[in-house]
């Protein structure tokens, strides 16, 4: 892959990225941009929407945040056929949601222009506001000091698919020497950078060794997160001990960025029991715990979407009950994904293998 | 081990056997019209297609106490919907993978393809499960789901 140089002098890391986003802009390759930006009265980032560079002002595009799931926003704004052409800056993770959406011809991918990074990593919404008081312009300062590595999430600390693979252009921060690099990963980057006018650059010897020393590090803690998590959830009483806080609150779905269902079987009356049932069970059983049906679930949210969990860690952090169902979800969903050989988001061309009508495996 | 078995030597099983109208339901009313008898355990829901099973299904029926579930469908090739038996196949390979994942026999989850003429195999393919489910046990699932 060519790697495109975009610095000028003076200019900050975040500050390049946006003026290559006002870029896009102005050269009308694309009418509108979806980039993480703080708003007059809190420093959190949203999605927001911008369609003229002159409003760009409060831009973070690097910023270690993923307030809410961008993909799901984005694929409110990117929908139907191709009309205006709208550039995504998303996180990796958020990549490859939007792109398992997209198979799901729950967004379009060709009227969007996939923007992505070296993912420095996101913080909870509260410990992104509380050092985003102390630090001036975080998205610089994260990167380099190695000590907010700490501050990340637990999902972010042990993710090892932290480069955009998949992404149109792909902002390169890692092992740079203090300057920025873009690469295209697909034709249509290519296209980008070309009508951008981007001069290309070597890549600096040392990126491949800093990704790779990075990605070790995070696997490790990976491994370990999973063959713990994998130790607890492996009868019916431990699954059940994981999620016993769990309050059916059903944030964790609605966070989720590939929860697909158009309507949850679980916000209908399918799980609403009659009385009589409740009371027999109880007998039965010695008791009932309400609200009913919690493992069911939490076992049927994972079957259907184990094959396609990015693991972004929004379920863990919009939990009431600290459940870290991150956790558990991205353990159960390493094992989906290796028996179906399949890795989400990784390419559009690769098809949803619950979809794949396949002769051979055996009826058992 | 996690699922603890016992055996008890009088216990009824209790088997869900979600089958294909096309096919598998046929050859059971073909058994039937033949006086083949097969176990009486047999809880039997007819689908338009296994390719209509959700995963939830089979993990309700889990969940709420059954010792075994049998999927019986259309031979490859024969599927009304032309493919729904082959997704099918796949989704529950995946249900297979992911209970295994928390302690349950994956045993207890059989696919089986029984064309519409095959009364006889159907009655096999019954008998042998329901026999294979008895050696197992009891299914400690249900009475150990407190959540
Ligand atoms: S899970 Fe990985 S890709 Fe997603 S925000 Fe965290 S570090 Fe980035
Ligand atoms: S967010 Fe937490 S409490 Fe709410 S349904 Fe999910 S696991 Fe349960
Ligand atoms: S019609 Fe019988 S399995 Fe599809």
Same mark, same amino acid.
């Given at each position: 892959?060519?790697?495109?140089?975009?610095?000028?002098?003076?200019?900050?890391?975040?500050?390049?990225?946006?003026?290559?986003?006002?870029?896009?802009?102005?050269?009308?390759?694309?009418?509108?941009?979806?980039?993480?930006?703080?708003?007059?009265?809190?420093?959190?980032?949203?999605?927001?929407?911008?369609?003229?560079?002159?409003?760009?002002?409060?831009?973070?595009?690097?910023?270690?945040?993923?307030?809410?799931?961008?993909?799901?926003?984005?694929?409110?704004?990117?929908?139907?056929?191709?009309?205006?052409?709208?550039?995504?800056?998303?996180?990796?993770?958020?990549?490859?949601?939007?792109?398992?959406?997209?198979?799901?011809?729950?967004?379009?991918?060709?009227?969007?222009?996939?923007?992505?990074?070296?993912?420095?990593?996101?913080?909870?919404?509260?410990?992104?506001?509380?050092?985003?008081?102390?630090?001036?312009?975080?998205?610089?300062?994260?990167?380099?000091?190695?000590?907010?590595?700490?501050?990340?999430?637990?999902?972010?600390?042990?993710?090892?698919?932290?480069?955009?693979?998949?992404?149109?252009?792909?902002?390169?921060?890692?092992?740079?020497?203090?300057?920025?690099?873009?690469?295209?990963?697909?034709?249509?980057?290519?296209?980008?950078?070309?009508?951008?006018?981007?001069?290309?650059?070597?890549?600096?010897?040392?990126?491949?060794?800093?990704?790779?020393?990075?990605?070790?590090?995070?696997?490790?803690?990976?491994?370990?997160?999973?063959?713990?998590?994998?130790?607890?959830? =492996?009868?019916?009483?431990?699954?059940?001990?994981?999620?016993?806080?769990?309050?059916?609150?059903?944030?964790?779905?609605?966070?989720?960025?590939?929860?697909?269902?158009?309507?949850?079987?679980?916000?209908?009356?399918?799980?609403?029991?009659?009385?009589?049932?409740?009371?027999?069970?109880?007998?039965?059983?010695?008791?009932?715990?309400?609200?009913?049906?919690?493992?069911?679930?939490?076992?049927?949210?994972?079957?259907?979407?184990?094959?396609?969990?990015?693991?972004?860690?929004?379920?863990?952090?919009?939990?009431?009950?600290?459940?870290?169902?991150?956790?558990?979800?991205?353990?159960?969903?390493? =094992?989906?994904?290796?028996?179906?050989?399949?890795?989400?988001?990784?390419?559009?061309?690769?098809?949803?293998?619950?979809?794949?009508?396949?002769?051979?495996?055996?009826?058992? | 081990?996690?699922?603890?078995?016992?055996?008890?030597?009088?216990?009824?099983?209790?088997?869900?056997?979600?089958?294909?109208?096309?096919?598998?339901?046929?050859?059971?009313?073909?058994?039937?019209?033949?006086?083949?008898?097969?176990?009486?355990?047999?809880?039997?829901?007819?689908?338009?297609?296994?390719?209509?099973?959700?995963?939830?299904?089979?993990?309700?029926?889990?969940?709420?106490?059954?010792?075994?579930?049998?999927?019986?469908?259309?031979?490859?090739?024969?599927?009304?919907?032309?493919?729904?038996?082959?997704?099918?196949?796949?989704?529950?390979?995946?249900?297979?993978?992911?209970?295994?994942?928390?302690?349950?026999?994956?045993?207890?989850?059989?696919?089986?393809?029984?064309?519409?003429?095959?009364?006889?195999?159907?009655?096999?393919?019954?008998?042998?499960?329901?026999?294979?489910?008895?050696?197992?046990?009891?299914?400690?699932?249900?009475?150990?789901?407190?959540?």
């Amino acid at each position: 892959m060519t790697m495109y140089t975009v610095n000028q002098t003076g200019e900050t890391a975040s500050s390049t990225v946006t003026r290559l986003l006002k870029d896009l802009l102005g050269r009308n390759i694309a009418d509108a941009v979806l980039v993480s930006a703080e708003n007059p009265w809190s420093r959190l980032p949203m999605p927001t929407v911008f369609t003229d560079s002159a409003n760009m002002d409060r831009v973070v595009p690097l910023a270690p945040s993923t307030s809410v799931s961008f993909a799901r926003q984005a694929s409110l704004l990117v929908r139907g056929p191709a009309g205006k052409t709208v550039v995504l800056v998303l996180k990796p993770c958020e990549i490859r949601a939007f792109i398992e959406l997209a198979k799901l011809n729950q967004c379009s991918l060709e009227s969007a222009i996939l923007v992505s990074m070296d993912c420095p990593g996101r913080l909870e919404n509260g410990d992104y506001v509380a050092l985003a008081a102390e630090v001036q312009n975080l998205g610089e300062a994260f990167p380099s000091d190695l000590s907010f590595q700490e501050k990340l999430t637990v999902t972010c600390a042990s993710c090892d698919a932290f480069i955009p693979d998949s992404a149109d252009l792909q902002i390169c921060v890692t092992g740079m020497d203090g300057k920025l690099g873009v690469k295209a990963g697909t034709a249509k980057g290519e296209d980008i950078a070309a009508r951008l006018n981007l001069a290309t650059c070597e890549e600096p010897q040392n990126r491949a060794e800093a990704l790779s020393a990075l990605a070790g590090k995070r696997k490790e803690r990976k491994t370990a997160l999973f063959s713990e998590t994998a130790s607890t959830l =492996k009868s019916i009483e431990g699954f059940q001990a994981a999620i016993s806080r769990c309050i059916n609150c059903y944030n964790c779905r609605s966070a989720c960025p590939v929860c697909y269902c158009r309507e949850c079987v679980f916000l209908t009356d399918v799980f609403v029991h009659p009385p009589e049932l409740l009371l027999e069970r109880a007998a039965r059983r010695g008791s009932v715990k309400m609200p009913t049906d919690t493992t069911m679930f939490h076992m049927t949210r994972m079957s259907h979407i184990a094959h396609a969990c990015v693991g972004c860690g929004q379920c863990t952090s919009v939990c009431p009950s600290e459940i870290p169902v991150a956790d558990l979800f991205r353990t159960v969903a390493e =094992k989906t994904q290796s028996y179906f050989d399949y890795m989400p988001g990784r390419n559009v061309l690769e098809p949803i293998p619950q979809l794949v009508a396949r002769k051979g495996q055996s009826q058992e | 081990m996690s699922e603890t078995e016992t055996q008890i030597p009088s216990y009824k099983p209790r088997i869900v056997a979600l089958v294909c109208n096309w096919c598998t339901y046929t050859a059971a009313d073909l058994a039937g019209t033949s006086r083949l008898s097969y176990p009486a355990e047999i809880r039997m829901v007819r689908l338009m297609c296994t390719g209509m099973i959700d995963q939830k299904y089979i993990l309700k029926a889990f969940l709420d106490g059954a010792d075994g579930v049998f999927i019986g469908g259309c031979h490859p090739g024969d599927c009304h919907y032309l493919d729904g038996n082959l997704k099918a196949e796949r989704r529950i390979g995946g249900t297979r993978n992911l209970i295994e994942q928390f302690g349950f026999y994956p045993e207890r989850l059989k696919l089986q393809w029984i064309g519409a003429s095959e009364g006889p195999e159907f009655q096999h393919h019954m008998t042998e499960f329901v026999e294979r489910i008895v050696a197992m046990g009891p299914s400690q699932v249900r009475d150990r789901m407190i959540l």
